[in-house]
């Protein structure tokens, strides 16, 4: 099956791409089918009953059901439309037919119960017919007994692994994102792909902004306070004195993109919502202090972070609820790690090595939200995680690109470490951080 970037990085809501995303998608797509029933009932199931309602897995159904895509959907009106549909106990289903809907009996979770497939399970009924939907990380949805929707799409580069894309790279002697370019134009011409690029990189600029704007109190109850504005004034009116003042300008961009996604605003699955900040921080980084840096240099880090993201897919999981946080921020850093290797003037095997030391010192990272939040300790996680990309990508330029452990050994790793985790550790709030902290 080919997977685009565009597929990876997709324009949503927050506060999470699994939990947000992906189910808006999946009960729009229902909707869509079922335009004239007269009843809908929805059951959530595993992680998503879990900590569904911290992360407005409840608010994405409900607006999914009135048609709305997590691309386009007006953030700022999303809490007055849920509290016109719990109010007044009805919808528009598609947006166009207005039935009785009662989220308090027509939207069931099932906190201890999970499907088979995917802890991210969702069921559908309309007038006694039932669709299941898992949402499996990065806001991709797959449909019960639907079969696998299999793009046919011919690669000039297929590649599922490391080492396939080194082959690849070592045979064209070509860049890791001149190879991605190559595939991406089976879809789209050259331009049009750079040009998608860019319109992300801008939509991620955008998180950023707003994100230094953004006053206050995130919502949810831990009453966690929105730091990126304080710090953007504080670091604007300093002096660079400070031979670390790089950091805190990453560890700053970070924040802002992750307290946007925490309070629900647009941001853009890298891979995914809770991971969101690390691909812009590093990016805001290489833009800011990196001589010559330009938009050539953006599209590449792009293509080459997505090539990393789309192996780790493939072979192992971007899903907290799977695999544990390893598979988000960990995925995550990886991507940047390895794009930011590339535009520096590393080799593909640098790249792959950058790439490898960013998941490798994240295996077995855990997923264990505060009250079931994307903010403690999601937030700050995305700022030292960008910290630790740029440190992979200089490590790996460092050397001459071989290593002891293979990117691919480390995927591999990381999916049978989130096999043997306890799904207490895996975006339920059950364990860790989530029940030794007390909610204040």
């Given at each position: 099956m080919a997977v685009s970037a565009f597929d990876l990085y997709s324009i949503g809501i927050g506060p999470s791409s699994s939990h947000t995303v992906g189910p808006m998608r999946a009960a729009r797509e229902f909707a869509s089918r079922h335009r004239e029933a007269t009843r809908v009932r929805v059951e959530l199931?595993?992680?998503?009953?879990?900590?569904?309602?911290?992360?407005?897995?409840?608010?994405?159904?409900?607006?999914?059901?009135?048609g709305?895509?997590?691309?386009?959907?007006?953030?700022?009106?999303?809490?007055?439309?849920?509290a016109a549909i719990r109010a007044g106990k009805r919808l528009l289903l598609g947006g166009k037919r207005a039935i009785d809907f009662d989220p308090d009996t027509d939207l069931v979770l099932h906190r201890r119960e999970s499907l088979p497939f995917h802890p991210n399970g969702m069921r559908f009924e309309?007038?006694?017919?039932?669709?299941?939907?898992?949402s499996v990380g990065g806001g991709f949805v797959v449909e019960e007994g639907a079969g696998t929707a299999s793009d046919t799409t011919r690669l000039p580069h297929p590649f599922t692994s490391g080492d396939q894309l080194l082959d690849i790279c070592r045979t064209e002697d070509a860049s890791i994102s001149t190879v991605m370019l190559a595939n991406e134009s089976?879809?789209?011409?050259?331009a049009d792909v750079r040009d998608g690029l860019l319109h992300i990189w801008a939509v991620m600029r955008a998180c950023v902004r707003n994100g230094f704007r953004g006053e206050g109190v995130l919502p949810g109850g831990l009453r966690v306070r929105r730091r990126a504005p304080g710090l953007h004034r504080e670091l604007s009116a300093r002096s660079d004195n400070d031979p670390l003042h790089i950091i805190d300008w990453v560890n700053l961009y970070a924040l802002a993109v992750?307290?946007?996604?925490?309070?629900?605003?647009?941001?853009?699955?890298?891979?995914t919502n809770g991971?969101?900040?690390?691909?812009?921080?590093?990016?805001?980084?290489?833009?800011?202090?990196?001589?010559?840096?330009?938009?050539?240099?953006?599209?590449?880090?792009?293509?080459?972070?997505?090539?990393?993201?789309?192996?780790?897919k493939g072979n192992a999981s971007i899903s907290g609820a799977e695999v544990g946080c390893q598979g988000e921020v960990g995925s995550a850093a990886a991507m940047a790690a390895g794009a930011l290797c590339e535009v520096l003037g590393g080799t593909p095997s640098q790249v792959e090595n950058a790439a490898e030391i960013a998941l490798e010192h994240s295996l077995g990272l855990t997923c264990d939200p505060v009250g079931g939040l994307v903010q403690v300790p999601c937030?700050?996680?995305?700022?030292?995680?960008?910290?630790?990309?740029?440190?992979?990508?200089?490590?790996?330029?460092?050397?001459?690109?071989?290593?002891?452990?293979?990117?691919?050994?480390?995927?591999?790793?990381?999916?049978?470490?989130?096999?043997?985790?306890?799904h207490k550790y895996k975006e339920t709030s059950l364990g860790g951080l989530a029940v030794t902290v007390v909610e204040c």
């Open positions: 199931f595993g992680s998503l009953a879990a900590t569904g309602r911290g992360h407005g897995t409840d608010a994405a159904i409900l607006l999914g059901l009135e709305e895509d997590p691309a386009t959907v007006d953030t700022a009106r999303v809490p007055a439309r849920v309309a007038d006694g017919e039932s669709r299941t939907y898992y089976a879809w789209r011409d050259a992750n307290e946007e996604n925490a309070a629900g605003g647009r941001v853009v699955t890298a891979p991971a969101a900040g690390i691909v812009p921080a590093v990016l805001h980084y290489y833009t800011r202090f990196i001589g010559g840096a330009d938009d050539e240099g953006v599209v590449r880090f792009l293509l080459t972070a997505a090539a990393i993201g789309l192996i780790i937030i700050e996680r995305n700022a030292i995680a960008s910290v630790k990309a740029i440190n992979a990508a200089r490590l790996a330029l460092y050397g001459d690109g071989t290593h002891r452990v293979s990117l691919d050994t480390a995927i591999r790793t990381m999916r049978e470490t989130g096999r043997d985790m306890s």
